[in-house]
C-alpha cells in the first residue's frame, strides 16, 4: 500500500477522474506498441535469481556484500550510469550519512573536495590538512582534496567504507574510504561512444577502446571531455563565458594488462586530467554590521573607501543590511577581472600479483602523481576591493609504494594479511591576497613523509563464527618551510587610526622568520571483528576500531609569530554493530549499521582575527557521534527494482578547547556537515517494445537531509535548511544492446540550496556560499561495438 499525503491523495484522484480520456489513450497506445514487462537488471533468465551479487573488496579480497561484516555501499559502473553519476560528489545523493561537495569551503577552486562521512572529514583544501576520508583510485591514495572530485570514466565499482580503515589499506584514514576501480583491459575487441547535450549548453563526449595486443597483453584507452556553461550570473564581467560553476574538462586514461603467466599478472595504467574553469560557484548571502568598527561590514567599507556618506548610516542596534546583496541568488555581483581555476593533475601506477601458491600471494603497488593547480577569486562578490585571492598556486608530487601479502591457513580456515606502505609528498603552495589596505603573500613548502606497517587475521573459529583482528602502526614526519609576509600597504589609502583596525606593519614583514619546523607522530590502532552467520540467509557482527588523522601546520598566518602555529592529530574510537540479511527468494536484500564514535581533538576550521582576517584549522576539543545506517534493494516485481537508504547522526561537542570557543564555537555549536538524517529512495521500471525492438527503463532518484551547518563558526546563514532533490530518466535500449539514448534530468524540482561557505563576522563584515547546482536536463546517446 503505498502510503500518501491528502493532498496527494487528493491529487490522485483528481488526476484520474480528470484524465481517465488520457489514460485510456495511453494504455491503448501501449497495446499498439507492443509492450511488455521484463525483469529488470540482466533480464528474463535472472527472474528466479532475483537480485545480482555484488562483489566488494572491502577486505582486501573478493566477496560477496551480504557475507562482509563491515559497513559498506556499494555501487557497479551501471548503477552509476543509471544514477546519472559522472563526478564523485554526485554519490552522497546516494550514500546515507556521506557528504561529498565539490567546492571547499574558502577556495575558489572549482575541483577541492569536502568529504564527511559519519561527521569526520575535511573543510579545507590547503595541503598541511590531511583528508579524513580517504580516496582510493585502483589502490592509490589520492593525498589532495585539491583534483579528488573525480570523473567517472570507465569505472567498474566503487565502495564507499565506513569508519577507521587502516588495517587494510595503505594510508591512515580516520572517518572511511572510497575505493574507486576502473575497468580493466581484457582479452576482446569492444568499446563505446557517448555524447550528451544539456542545459547550459552542456556537451560532454566520453568513450573508450579496448584492443588485445598479443596473446597475453591486452590494451584499453579511455577519454572523455565536459564542456558548459556556469550558472551563477557576473553581470559586471561579461557574458555568459564568465559565469562561474562551469565545466571545461579534458581526461585521458591509458591500461595496459600483461598475463606473463597464470600465476603472474601486471597492470599499468597512466592518467591526466585538465580543468580549464571559472570559480567555484558562490555568491554573497549577507552583510553584517558591527557598531564597535567602522571596518566591519560591505557598507562600511564602501562609505570609508568609495564615496563616505552613500549609504546612509543605520541605526542604534543594526545588524544586518541587505546592500550589495544579489536580487537573484544565482548572482554574483564581482567585478575582479581574471578570476579562474586551472588544474593539471596526472599519475602512473603499476599493479603486480602473482599467486605464489594457492594459498599464499603477493601483491605490490608503485604510483606516482603530480599535481598542479591556480586559482583566483573575489571573496566577497562585490564590486568593492575588500577582499580577494589574486592567486592560490599549489604545485606538488606524490609517490608510494605498497607490498600485500595475504595467505590462508589452517586448511583454509584463517585468511591473513600482512602489508608494508610507504609514502612521500613534496607540496609548494604560494597565495597572494589583497584587503584595502595590505596586501599578504603566503607559502611554504611542505614534505610529508609516512611509512606503515599493517595486517589482519580472520579466522573461522566454528561454521558460523569468526573473530577478525588487525593492527597499524604508523610513523609521520612532516616538514614546513614557511614565508608569510606582508607584500605592500596600499599608499593610496591614508588610514588614520580607527578602533577595531590593528596598526600595520611596514611592507616587507615578516609574519614569522624563515626556518624549517618538523612534526613527528606515531600511533598504533587496532581493529577488532566478531561476526556470526546465523543463518544461510542472516549474519550479524561487531567490531571496534581506532583510527587518526595527522595533524600539520597553519598555512594562512596573519598574525606575528615566532614559529608557525600548528594543529594537533585528531582521534576516533568506534564501536559499531551490523546486520545483512537477504530473503524473500533473494528479491530483498538488507544491511544494517550502528556506531558510536568518542571522536577527540578534532580538527575545524574557523575564521581568527590578525591584521586581516583568515581561515585557520584548530583543534576543537571532543565530541560525541552516535548514529546507523539501512540500506535496502528489493524487486516486488520482476520488472521494478528499488533501492533505498537512511542514514541517522547525533553529534555533540562534549569539551572545547580555549581557542575554539574565542574563535565563536561553543558546545551547543552544530557540527559541520552533520544532517541529523539523510534518506535516498530510487526505483528502475522496464517496459519492454517489441514493436520498437527494444525496451523502455524509467527511473526516479530522490534523496533528502535535514538541515545541517556548512562552517565550524556558527552562523545561520550559512545553515542549509532540510532540502530534497529528484532526479529522473527515461532510457531507450536498442535489443542488440549496441545503443541506447536517455532523457535525463537533476534537481528538476529546481531546488536552492548551499554546500559551504564562510562567514566573516568580526572583521570584513559578510557572509558568502557556494551553491547547489540548479535544474537541469539532458539528452545522451550511447554506441557500443
Known sequence: MTNRTPQEEHMAVSLYYSHSNQVALLAALVLALGFTTV????????????????????????????????????????????????????????????????NSVFAGSNAAAVVFLRGI???????????????????????????????????????????????????????????????????????DAEFTYGSYDRTDFRGSVNVPLGENLFGKASALYTNRDGFVKRPLLGGEDANSGDDNTLGVRGALRWEATDALEFDLSFDYSRDRENPAASAIVSNFILPASPLTSNVAFHNFFVAPGLVPTLGPGAFFTDFYLPPNKHTDLSDMPGQHSDLDIWGVNLTANWEISDTLAVKSITSYRDLETDFS???????????????????????????????????DRMTWLLGYYHF???????????????????????????????????????????LT????????????????????????????????????????????????????????????????QWTEDLMLYASYSEGFKSGGF??????????????????????????KWSGLERRLRLTASGFFTEYDDLQILVTTGGIVPAPLTTNAGEAEITGFEIEAVALPLPQLELSGGVGYLDAEYKKLDPRAIANGTFLDTPLPFVSEWQTNLSGTYTLTAPALAGSFRARLDWSYRTDYATFAQFSP????????????????????????VALSGTNITDEFYILGGNAFIGNSGYTNSNLGRPQEWALRFKYRF
Open 424 to 466: 612521500e609528498e613534496d607540496n609548494d603552495y604560494v597565495a597572494q591576497v589583497t584587503f584595502p589596505a595590505v596586501t599578504v603573500a603566503s607559502g611554504a613548502l611542505i614534505d610529508n613523509r609516512s611509512d606503515a606497517a599493517f595486517g589482519q587475521f580472520t579466522f573461522n573459529l566454528t561454521d558460523q563464527w569468526s
Open 121 to 191: 572529514g575535511q573543510a579545507d583544501f590547503v595541503p598541511t590538512v590531511e583528508p579524513g576520508v580517504g580516496i582510493y583510485v585502483d589502490g592509490v591514495y589520492v593525498s589532495q582534496s585539491t583534483g579528488s572530485v573525480l570523473e567517472m570514466m570507465d569505472i567498474d565499482s566503487v565502495q564507499v567504507l565506513r569508519g577507521p580503515q587502516g588495517t587494510l589499506f595503505g594510508r591512515n584514514t580516520i572517518g572511511g574510504a572510497i575505493l574507486v576501480n576502473s575497468r580493466k583491459p581484457d582479452d576482446t575487441f569492444h568499446g
Open 469 to 532: 583482528a588487525g593492527g597499524r602502526y604508523t610513523d609521520e614526519s612532516k616538514t614546513f618551510t614557511v614565508d608569510d609576509r606582508i607584500q605592500f600597504i596600499v599608499s593610496s589609502f591614508p588610514l588614520p587610526p580607527i578602533p577595531g583596525l590593528p596598526v600595520l606593519p611596514p611592507p616587507g614583514f615578516r609574519l614569522i622568520p624563515l626556518g624549517k619546523t618538523t612534526l613527528d607522530v606515531s600511533e598504533f590502532d587496532p581493529y577488532v571483528n566478531l561476526a556470526f
Open 39 to 102: 525483469p529488470t537488471g540482466a533480464g528474463a533468465a535472472d527472474e528466479v535469481a532475483g537480485l545480482e551479487e555484488i562483489v566488494v573488496t572491502a577486505r582486501k579480497r573478493e566477496e560477496n556484500l551480504m557475507a562482509t561484516p563491515v559497513s559498506v555501499s556499494a555501487f557497479t559502473g551501471d548503477d552509476l550510469a543509471d544514477r546519472q553519476i559522472t563526478t564523485a560528489e554526485q554519490l552522497a545523493g546516494a550514500t546515507p550519512n556521506l557528504t561529498f561537495n565539490r
Open 554 to 579: 597553519e598555512l594562512r598566518n596573519t598574525a606575528p609569530a615566532a614559529a608557525p602555529p600548528s594543529f594537533n592529530p585528531e582521534f576516533a574510537t568506534v564501536y559499531e554493530a551490523g546486520l
Open 717 to 740: 546563514d550559512l545553515v542549509q535548511d532540510g532540502v530534497s532533490l529528484l532526479n529522473a530518466s527515461l532510457t531507450y535500449v536498442h535489443d542488440s544492446d549496441k545503443w541506447e
Open 377 to 411: 577569486n573575489d571573496w566577497d562578490h562585490t564590486p568593492l576591493a575588500i577582499s580577494h585571492a589574486d592567486s592560490e598556486v599549489i604545485t606538488g608530487w606524490q609517490w608510494s609504494q605498497e607490498l600485500q601479502l595475504t595467505g590462508k591457513a589452517f586448511s
